[in-house]
Nanobody
């Protein structure tokens, strides 16, 4: 069974940094694209970044140049380094994978503007 667990959220002031982590189990991790989504209050969930098994990364325009996604295929983890955070980055951040036609989500990790 696929299992995703996020960690690393919290309060952060504008301009600050946070690093999110997601541990995956139940899959041959290195074969799959991993995604980070976020959802702000009363807004739709949006794709923030993703990374292929080979390490090719893609970013939403709103986070380009500020966020970096990476992965560790030995320890089955994906990371999201978030720098120069803005109030509009506030939200719940979710790790996601599509595996055998089904979507799997972590429980989410909150990132909150502390200004």
């Amino acid at each position: 069974q696929v299992h995703l667990v996020e960690s690393g959220g919290g309060l952060v002031q504008p301009g600050g940094s946070l690093r999110l982590s997601c541990s995956a189990s139940g899959i041959n991790f290195r074969l799959y694209t991993m995604n980070w989504y976020r959802q702000a209050t009363e807004k739709q969930r949006e794709l923030v970044a993703n990374i292929t098994g080979g390490g090719t990364a893609n970013y939403a325009d709103s986070v380009k140049g500020r966020f970096t996604i990476s992965r560790d295929n030995v320890w089955n983890r994906v990371f999201l380094q978030m720098n120069s955070l803005k109030p509009e980055d506030t939200g719940a951040y979710y790790c996601h994978i599509r595996f055998r036609g089904s979507a799997f989500w972590g429980r989410g990790n909150q990132v909150t503007d502390d200004s």
